[in-house]
T-cell receptor, first 116, second 112 residues
Framework: DAGVIQSPRHEVTEMGQEVTLRCKPI?????LFWYRQTMMRGLELLIY????????DSGMPEDRFSAKMPNASFSTLKIQPSEPRDSAVYFC??????????????FGEGSRLTVL | GESVGLHLPTLSVQEGDNSIINCAYS??????FIWYKQESGKGPQFIID?????DKRQGQRVTVLLNKTVKHLSLQIAATQPGDSAVYFC???????????FGRGTSLIVHP
């Protein structure tokens, strides 16, 4: 089975440009998570969806960040306008239906963003 | 001024040795814990999990120990191999939540 698929794998852009990161979760998984990873802060949860509905976006750093999940097989994380401090690796992860507080997250390979 | 990145704790071992990676968690209400392995250029991958009603759980070459009294987890890797070189994260799930909180990670370097 295909795992979580993210695109692009690498993106280099200039400050002020719009960046859109994409994620296809594992088929049948009902929860989707966006994480950001930096050396300074480690893995930070930005937002997560349950059954395509955003549940907690308290980790989204600013209004420049937005995320959508229009259907069960696709999600986007958008940064507009981008800034150099947004440079990081952005991971998408999905999780299947489980009985309450259980279950591993399945991570994609990440999108490495560099904002010049 | 320029900010300096924090360096991950690093454990260096020789191939064939046993490795022990430690993790202190913060929330006494956490009742489920997972260890993840992250290889260079990849996303974290599940290794093993443990519930708070257990003290020890064994997998293939890996053992997780949980000490709830001092809020401490450890991951033991037997006969460490070069392919075990990676960053290892512990993640805790507070009771009632299935959203994991990740630790900072430990870099394991295995020398052949």
């Amino acid at each position: 089975d295909a795992g979580v698929i993210q695109s692009p794998r690498h993106e280099v852009t200039e400050m002020g440009q719009e960046v859109t990161l994409r994620c296809k979760p594992i088929s049948g998984h009902n929860s989707l998570f966006w994480y950001r990873q930096t050396m300074m802060r480690g893995l930070e949860l930005l937002i997560y969806f349950n059954n395509n509905v955003p549940i907690d976006d308290s980790g989204m750093p600013e209004d420049r960040f937005s995320a959508k999940m229009p259907n069960a097989s696709f999600s986007t994380l958008k940064i507009q306008p981008s800034e150099p401090r947004d440079s990081a690796v952005y991971f998408c992860a999905s999780k299947g239906v489980a009985g309450g507080n259980t279950g591993e997250l399945f991570f994609g390979e990440g999108s490495r963003l560099t904002v010049l | 001024g320029e900010s300096v990145g924090l360096h991950l704790p690093t454990l260096s071992v020789q191939e064939g040795d046993n490795s022990i990676i430690n993790c202190a968690y913060s929330n006494s209400a956490s009742d489920y814990f997972i260890w993840y392995k992250q290889e260079s250029g990849k996303g974290p991958q599940f290794i093993i999990d443990i519930r708070s009603n257990m003290d020890k759980r064994q997998g293939q070459r890996v053992t997780v120990l949980l000490n709830k009294t001092v809020k401490h987890l450890s991951l033991q890797i037997a006969a460490t191999q070069p392919g075990d070189s990676a960053v290892y994260f512990c993640a805790e799930n507070p009771g009632g939540s299935y959203i994991p909180t990740f630790g900072r990670g430990t870099s394991l370097i295995v020398h052949p």
